[in-house]
């Protein structure tokens, strides 16, 4: 029976014995189910904060959708940001009730990527996001040692972080920063953050934002600063058995794997307890001198493009 009809909280569900992934026997029904059961846990980290999600539609590779569909209903929240990149006004929801997280799973969007920032003070971010992303076919142990790195790396300059798992390969660590904190100290202080932690091992983690760069280290990603976003704590992921983001203490990250947090797991782990908001140390000065120091450091992706222009240069020479 593939058209299934619910309604939760005046929300109409619709084919929810559908498979969500081709081959799997994970349905939209589980999709639903998961988010309304971790409701309480996943919408803090989404309120007030303009969203992105990943949305897998029947026979379609899976696609990001920033910008509100014209069939949104009127009741959810929602706010105008300008794209520079696309030259216009983007709508992107505000996902702050049940009903609106209801609304989107019955869209089919798995993954939910909220920005850095609320939609009251755009330029100030809540918190500073270092990506720890492992080489392709490489063991969670070797993101668990750089995650390692980048726990001393915070702890040497007075800092303190909580980790989580991306629900893909690696995992993210969130440092909550004192809501004074403008953007653009927040994304010098992060570079900075990166470097600190590649120093302590270079064999191990690199900033190489090139991937043919990297050699097999793992890549401590500076880049989620300004008008990023990041998956959310508790979303699912579009892989296999739907993966969730899933927050681990410090000392527990070598005894596990990302697949042991699914959409089937997940609600009996949090269910009298929020183990991020446990986590998330209180909101931090940033140091002067860790900004300044990142100051000094070029931004990745700027980098990243003149050089990778100077290389095509370089071969045009050669050639």
């Known amino acids: 029976m593939s058209g299934a009809e619910e309604t939760r909280d005046g929300v ?5 014995d559908q498979p969500l992934l081709a081959g799997g026997d994970v349905t939209k029904r589980d999709l639903v189910d998961y988010l309304d059961a971790v409701r309480e ?3 803090p980290g989404l309120r007030d904060r303009p969203l992105s999600v990943i949305r897998l539609l029947r026979g379609q590779d899976p696609f990001m959708q920033k910008n509100l569909p014209k069939y949104t209903p009127d009741w959810v929240r929602r706010t105008s940001v300008w794209a520079e990149a696309s030259h216009r006004q983007v709508s992107y929801a505000l996902c702050d009730d049940r009903r609106t ?3 989107f799973a019955n869209q089919r969007a798995i993954e939910y990527h909220p920005t850095l920032s609320t939609v009251a003070h755009p330029e100030h971010p809540t918190h500073l996001v270092l990506d720890l992303d492992p080489p392709e076919g490489e063991p969670f142990g070797l993101v668990v040692r750089a995650a390692a790195l980048v726990r001393r790396a915070l702890d040497d300059v007075g800092l303190a972080g909580a980790v989580k798992t991306s629900g893909a390969k690696g995992v993210h660590v969130f440092v909550p920063v004192d809501p004074a904190t403008t953007a653009e100290e927040a ?5 900075a953050l990166a470097v600190h932690a590649e120093r302590l091992d270079p064999a191990l983690a690199t900033t190489a934002f090139i991937r043919e760069d990297r050699g097999g280290r793992v890549f401590v990603d500076a880049t989620r600063a300004g008008g990023a976003t990041v998956v959310a704590a508790y979303s699912p992921r579009v892989r296999p058995g739907l993966p969730v ?9 070598d005894g596990i794997t990302p697949g042991d947090f699914t959409v089937r797991t997940v609600p009996a782990l949090v269910a009298d307890r929020d183990p991020w908001a446990e986590a998330l140390p209180a909101p931090q000065r940033l140091p002067a001198d860790l900004v300044a120091e990142g100051r000094t450091i070029p931004i990745a992706r700027v980098q990243a493009m003149h050089e990778g222009k100077r290389r095509a240069r370089a071969r045009r020479a050669a050639g």
Do not use: C, E, K
């Open 245 to 253: 983001s899933f927050p681990v203490a410090w000392d527990d990250l």
């Open 101 to 103: 997280l209801l609304w």
């Open 41 to 43: 846990r996943i919408l």
């Open 12 to 16: 109409g569900l619709t084919n929810l």
């Open 187 to 191: 994304a010098a202080a992060t570079r």
